[in-house]
Every structure is written in C-alpha cells, then in structure tokens.
C-alpha cells in the first residue's frame, strides 16, 4: 500500500503562485498530478518519470513545473501565473507495481 500525502493548496489571486507537494513512502518511478474541477472529469496535469523526463497538459505548459526530490521521496508542482480555470482539487498520482495510486487531493481556488 502506498499513501501519498498532499499539501500546499490553498487561495490565490488571478497571476499568483502556488506550490503543491507530495510525499511517497518510497521513490516512484512514474509520478504526476491530475486536477478536477466542479462538473468535469478528472484530468492530467503533468508528470515526471525517472529523474526529470516531464510531460504538461497543453493548458498548463509554461506556467507549471514539477520537480522531484529523490532523497525526500517528495514531488512538487510550482505553479505561476495562476488562471481561475486552475481553481480544482489536486490530486497527487503515482503508479507502483502495475497499481495506480492516488492522494486525497488539496484544494486550489484562484479567485479573478
């Protein structure tokens, strides 16, 4: 069983910045965060594999980036330039031994 714990949501204004973190029991190869907004499905945000390889959704490209830290077993989403469109519940996602798992996800709402 894997848990992963997020943190770091919160409340900001239209432009500002955020940061998400997510901590893992151990170190996951294939990592991301999905995001869902109020009436819409859950989607991808972005993800990280092995040390740096990183893919961003189109609407995110340029204003988010992840990182990882491989010696706290942690990845962090910064995000700038924050839109009312991001507002959503982040959920941290890690894929282990064929199984997905996901955190409880943290709140973000940018106001406009």
């Known amino acids: 069983q894997v848990q992963l714990v997020e943190s770091g949501g919160g409340l900001v204004q239209h432009g500002g910045s955020l940061r998400l973190s997510c901590a893992s029991p151990l170190y996951i190869y294939a990592m991301g965060w999905y995001r869902q907004s109020p009436g819409k499905e859950r989607e991808l945000v972005t993800t990280i594999t092995g040390g740096s390889r990183s893919y961003y959704a189109d609407s995110v490209k340029g204003r988010f980036t992840i990182s990882r830290d491989t010696t706290k077993n942690t990845v962090t989403l910064q995000m700038n330039s924050l839109k009312p469109e991001d507002t959503a519940v982040y959920y941290c996602?890690?894929?282990?031994?064929?199984?997905?798992?996901w955190g409880k996800g943290t709140l973000v709402t940018v106001s406009s």
């Open positions: 996602y890690a894929k282990y031994a064929g199984i997905d798992y």
